[in-house]
């Protein structure tokens, strides 16, 4: 019988979620499922320090959100576990397997500056490894550092990168239990993940260093290590990893420029990985349907925003119409523009084949929210004249001033307006440019018949009848 894979995700409290730590998320869930395993969440609050306010509600908010739910719906919180993973570190002391430091952090920045002076990696010089007893004063303060072995190999099997070697003699002593009493990642994660019973650890490329103390710790406390996968890291355009400093990286921020959720996970998803066929967009049935760590890169992944709008706008176009218009609905809000949502939608749909992003639609659309403000000569088509540009637009006034209301709507109004452009001999473009000029006071824009409809009649009269006035 195989055994059952479980997969978890670990964030630190620090924050809102980076598109780094969703793709975390995603490829754990993804692969638990994909296996019929369970996919488990835990909070690693022992940093104490950087833990934020309200950060722990949000990253739950963030992943449910997205549907990356986790089973049991029981949450694992290292700041309730301290007993378990002090008496871990006692136990290794005991067993000589982990050692009292006592050094001052006055020491431990000098041994670190001359080393490096020196050319040396700045590793602990295993001072305090072997102190009589009679120099241990536990009421001192002190942390419980792991003991390195310092000859051999530790050699394992990334399910990403295949085969890697670690020399022993190159591996730090890691601080295990701090002074305050908290664990360190080392522990607590070690400890936690024999707990949850474990069996794929799926993180980021760098904790690809620690994972050596990770798998002697392991060893060291009798447990069974997992298997390890770690990810590619993200890169920014010029291949600079991808920082906050480089710009918003929080989930939160991009969907509060107008990105759905749907189509950030799609873009994640891809960020790394490659499905092996053409297809690029997946729901989340086909994630779990397709997803395999084997087709996941080694090298770094290029976060390309111009990937995202366009898989973004993808997702916008299938949208239906009322659910597309109450999406954006908060974003005319914000921008004053308050209306019922029947009239939303007339504007909504004259831009859902356009807009990248939810937040787009306000610019896209301002123009029906007010009169435009133009230069005269944008009426004019290619070779045309202020006289025929007037002239076309007085026969679409009298035209539509006679069309009936019934009739006020894309499909009849094209079918109407072609036939007079027809009756009458004009040019196409002669007429249909300074009628959209009229209603929308830009050279690009939606088509001239769904502005009109969207606009109703009284409005797209009135706008006619002033650029007459303009041209005059």
Partial sequence: ????????????PTGFLHVGSLRTAMYNFLFAKANKGDFLLRIEDTDQTRKVKGAQ?????SLEQFNLDWDNKKIMVQSERLKDYQAAAEKLVKEKKAYN???????????????????LPP??????????????????????????????????????????????????????????GFPTYHLASVVDDHEMKVSHVIRGEEWLPSTPKHILLHEALDFKAPEFAHLPLL?????????KRQGDVAVEDFLKQGYLEEALLNFVLLLGWNPGTDQEIFSLEEMIKSFDLKKVHKGGALFNTQK?????????KQKSLPELTKLCQPFFAAAGIKTDLKQLEKVVATEQQ????????VEGSEFFFKMPSYDSKLLIWKKGTVKDATENLKVLLEFLDNLPENQWNQQDLETAIKKLIEEKKIGVGDMLWPMRVALTGRKNSPGPFEVAEALGKEESLARIKKAIDLLS
């Avoid at 995202?308 to 916008?316: A, F, H, K, Q, S």
């Fill in 1 to 12: 019988m195989s055994k059952k894979i479980v997969t978890r995700f670990a964030p630190s």
């Fill in 57 to 61: 509600e949000s990253l739950l908010k």
């Fill in 101 to 119: 430091c006592f050094c001052s952090k006055e020491r431990l920045d000098n041994l670190r500056k001359v080393r490096q002076q020196k050319g």
């Fill in 123 to 180: 590793m602990y010089d295993g001072h305090c490894t072997n102190l009589p007893d009679k120099e241990i004063d536990l009421t001192k303060d002190h942390v419980i550092r792991f003991k390195m072995p310092n000859s051999g190999q530790t050699k394992f099997n990334d399910l990403i990168r295949n085969k890697v070697i670690f020399d022993n003699k190159l591996l730090d002593d890691p601080v295990i239990l701090k002074s305050d």
């Fill in 235 to 243: 890169l920014n355009a010029d291949r600079s990893k991808l920082s």
């Fill in 308 to 316: 995202l709008d366009w898989l973004n706008g993808e997702y916008i």
């Fill in 354 to 361: 356009r807009i990248k992003k939810l937040s787009d639609i």
